[in-house]
């Protein structure tokens, strides 16, 4: 019975835990959001552009040197707490500071020096502002790893909101000032100059949240070293530390490095060939690039968050009833997540795309742009499915031991989308709509990939009205309904609000809200959702009780 009581009250504190991080995964996606409307305004679409293919490239050399460090240490130093070996552990802790130091080090000369080499024109002088956070970000993702293996997210989650909320303020003000700086007679430097003020941005926000999880050790290490006193364990030899850390990372590393390949693989091949190849300006293609990356993609990047969140509390009941060999119950468990996702997600992106327009010019209402920003949109909404469903069985199959299995999905996925792209680019005009046609083909590779090995090792049976047509259904009617109510509001509004982007912005949260009260009510009504479905939604409570108050539940 004791036992039974405390193998709950872990799972509980798991599955409080894995909720804290993907809440704040959420609101760091909001974040990000949010400032990148006013940073479009001072850089413009063109230095979007820059800073996101410098991004990219950024991206995969933070990957390689320091971003699966959080992750590979939780796992490596928590093995040595649960056997109380707490002197190992902090060695392993102390080992992996020089570890980040020196392949931390590496990663922001390559950076430094090969810009040129990793980035094409303009984009390789934004990208050396970016050389330092590499190296910080090894020792940030140290101290994260290292409170995670104590089974705390707590400091990794404000380290999280703290670093984006400095990233934001010290984005948009240093893009504010360097665009001053650079003046108004040269459009391009400009742009590069805004756009750097968005690289030193993003290292403030490592820094800042570096010095935190500082002082957050600082303040625990009299316990720290109080059990270390009393530990009796042999000391591991340096060597062999270094060799576990070696060994550990570097799985890691592979998986997070093809997973993220796709995003800097596309940027590469988008701005090379379009400027070698087609012989396009470079202003002209960095144009485009801002608008699909830093406009398109992180709109649709926060539907997929919020699905997320939703299965990232019930993918340790997966791994801990799989583990005690009952496949059935993981099974029900996985299905019951799925439908969790497709209620979210298969709406939201069903609104994106019926309102892709209204939302982008509430968030990025740059004129100029904000047709093609919305064609792009639409096109990426219904990658808003296949993303939030395939990151839900990457974590399946990672819970059930098949870690090898979406890493090699990946791989076939980027080969597929590598040729389709290079093809699309040579032989057509379609510029950025071909980025938006690689992604959907990639998301939708790696959903059907993972599925089938997924459905091999476990007994998943969904209902496919529940699962998958209701929600559809229910998602096409809010979807005309919002449009349909949009433009009617839009029409009266412009009657008596001043300016457009005021009565866009009305009549765009009026037609969400109706969009929500009309998909509730069409899913509950039709019997694709019953109370114990929307209470394991996100504030699923919460829902519950709105909807009982205007009488849909």
Known sequence: MESSTKDNNTKKGLLFQAGILAITGVISRIIGLLYGSP?????????NGYYGAAYAIYTIVLLISSYSIPSAMSKIISEK???????????????????????????????????????????????????PSIFLFGFLGVLRGYFQAHRTMVPTSISQLIEQVFNAAVSVGGAYILTRMAGDEDPVKRAVYGAIGSAIGTGSGVLVALIFMYLVYHYNRSIVERRIKDDEHEDMAAMQIFKRIFMIVTPFILSTFIYNLSTSLNSTLFTRILIHVKNMEESAV?????????????ITNLPIALASAAAAAMIPEISTTFSRGDREEAGVTVSRVTRVILMISIPCAVGLFAL?????????????????AA??????????VFYSLSTVTNAVLQAIGKVNVPVLNAVAALVVQTITLVLLLVYTDLGDIALCIVTIIYSLMMCILNNVIMKKNLHIINDFKKTYLF????????????????MLLSMLFALFVPGEYFVNLFATILAVLAAVLIYFTVLIKSGGATREDILRFPKGRSIVSALEKIKIL
């Open 356 to 372: 892709a327009r209204p939302v982008m010019m509430i968030l990025f209402p740059q004129r100029a742009s904000l047709d093609e």
């Open 39 to 47: 940073l479009a305004a001072i850089i413009g679409d063109e230095g």
């Open 471 to 486: 929600p559809a259904i229910s998602s096409l009617v809010m979807g005309a309904g919002a449009f349909l109510i949009h």
């Open 375 to 384: 064609l792009l949109l639409r096109f990426l909404a219904i990658t808003v």
């Open 286 to 298: 960095l144009y485009q690039y801002g608008i699909f990356a830093r406009k398109a993609v992180v």
């Open 81 to 131: 707490l649960a056997v109380k070996e707490y002197r190992n552990a902090h060695r392993i802790f102390r080992g992996a500071l020089i570890y980040v130091s020196i392949v931390g080090g590496i990663g922001s000369l390559v950076l430094f020096f090969g810009a040129d080499i990793l980035a094409a024109g303009r984009s390789a002088t934004v990208l050396r502002f970016f050389a």
